[in-house]
């Protein structure tokens, strides 16, 4: 998996060539489920305000650390494959509209899957970092996504932007983040 992810982040093009296999979604949802648990765990660990502030989520039994696994749970189990595959679905219907030829779902899946690379960084308490690693993960699906579905960048772009704004922007945090530099940025 730490192969996968070197990959990716260095060579997103001989990545989707190779890495993507027809019929098989496991890889890619294991390794969009590690990311998952690793922006959790981090911002558990950094910012538990941004997860269990403002009484979002009850602390169970008066432990933080049995509510972190708790969350640690829901985010594996649930909430990542569920999110995967929804975006997943959103994605094939836009490629429906821009792609005549493409890939099948189990590809796509894939491909949004691997494209959460950079987001193992995306809780890192640093104002832009999670900007940083929505556009680049933004880069790395628009990418995955003309490789394996066999169209331009600019289809790709075009089917891509939305499903790119509900992971990356909102589920990682890089709209909020974007903000917030922009407020310091301005003043």
Not at 9 to 38: C, E, K, M, T
Not at 95 to 118: H, I, K, N
Not at 143 to 154: E, F, I, N, Q
Request: glycine share 10%; with cysteine.
């Amino acid at each position: 998996m730490v192969r996968a992810w070197v990959e990716v982040l260095v060579r997103p093009r001989r990545f989707f060539q190779n890495g993507v296999a027809p019929g098989d979604q496991a890889p890619g949802l294991s390794f969009a489920i590690a990311i998952a648990l690793i922006y959790v765990g981090g911002l558990l660990s950094t910012q538990p305000a941004r997860v269990l502030g403002d009484d979002r989520i009850p602390v169970l039994a008066d432990s933080v650390g049995l509510t972190a696994v708790f969350i640690g749970l829901v985010t594996a189990v649930v909430a990542a494959p569920a999110m995967l595959h929804l975006v997943s679905a959103i994605q094939t219907v836009l490629l429906m509209f821009t792609v005549d030829d493409r890939a099948g779902v189990s590809e796509t899946v894939q491909v949004v899957g691997y494209a959460t690379a950079p987001c193992v960084f995306a809780w890192l308490p640093i104002p832009g970092v999670a900007a940083v690693c929505g556009l680049y993960a933004t880069g790395l699906l628009i990418v995955g996504l003309a490789v394996v579905h066999r169209t331009t960048l600019l289809r790709a772009g075009l089917a891509g932007v939305l499903p790119a704004v509900l992971v990356f922007g909102v589920v990682f945090g890089g709209l909020v983040d974007a903000s917030a530099v922009a407020e310091l940025v301005a003043g």
